[in-house]
T-cell receptor
């Protein structure tokens, strides 16, 4: 089955800098790639997603890039703020018929 | 209001006791999920429910069972809890399973099995 890997377990950036979190997946049939954010002591909530028919999607300060050839996708956060500090989980699934499999999470710390 | 509600938030049980975790959603979502979250392992799917009385095992179903008798309600049962089931359990829902959809998560239940 699909295996999703997040390569950075922790990431520290200075406030105002950019952060990049990378994920890889194994199943070439995967076509839906969401990202979720978990603030300390709280639940997960959806932040942004990308489908395989595009290779880039932006929502305000968040951009997701998808490289299908390399089976890699990444979350880019620009102009980071303290409230961006959280654990970010990537996930992957097919467009239908499979459930989302998650990476192990990247803890992003934005330092003033 | 779009919400997934989990009860209880914290639970301490002794090994061998039965555990019932409950989850509700008010979005009429067809599909519901139970995940557990452990440090370094991310989220692992225990069970998925496609609709009432239509459940399937996820990646780690051993030691768990589920019940879904109403679309808005999905329960996770641990018969004779074990210490390695100490974890944070998240319920989630999505509109349906026929197309990839955003998951909506509950607030989680932190279960400690002594």
């Amino acid at each position: 089955g699909e295996k999703v890997e997040q390569h950075e377990s922790t990431l520290s950036v200075r406030e105002g800098d950019s952060a990049v979190i990378n994920c890889t997946y194994t199943d070439t049939a995967s076509s839906y790639f969401p990202w979720y954010k978990q603030e300390a002591g709280k639940s997960l909530h959806f932040v942004i997603d990308i489908r395989s028919n595009v290779d880039r999607k932006q929502s305000q300060r968040l951009t997701v890039l998808l490289d299908k050839k390399a089976k890699r996708f990444s979350l880019h956060i620009t102009a980071t703020q303290p409230e961006d500090s959280a654990i970010y989980f990537c996930a992957a699934s097919m467009n239908s018929g499979t459930y989302q499999r998650f990476g192990t999470g990247t803890k992003l710390q934005v330092v003033p | 209001d779009m919400k997934v509600t989990q009860m209880p938030r914290y639970l301490i049980k002794r090994m061998g006791e039965n555990v019932l975790l409950e989850c509700g959603q008010d979005m009429s979502h067809e599909t519901m999920y139970w995940y557990r979250q452990d440090p370094g392992l991310g989220l692992q799917l225990i069970y998925i429910s496609y609709d009432v009385d239509s459940n399937s095992e996820g990646d780690i179903p051993k030691g768990y069972r589920v019940s879904r008798k109403k679309r808005e309600h999905f329960s996770l049962i641990l018969d004779s809890a074990k210490t390695n089931q100490t974890s944070v359990y998240f319920c989630a829902s999505s509109r349906d399973f026929s197309s990839a959809e955003t998951l909506y998560f509950g607030s989680g239940t932190r279960l400690t099995v002594l």
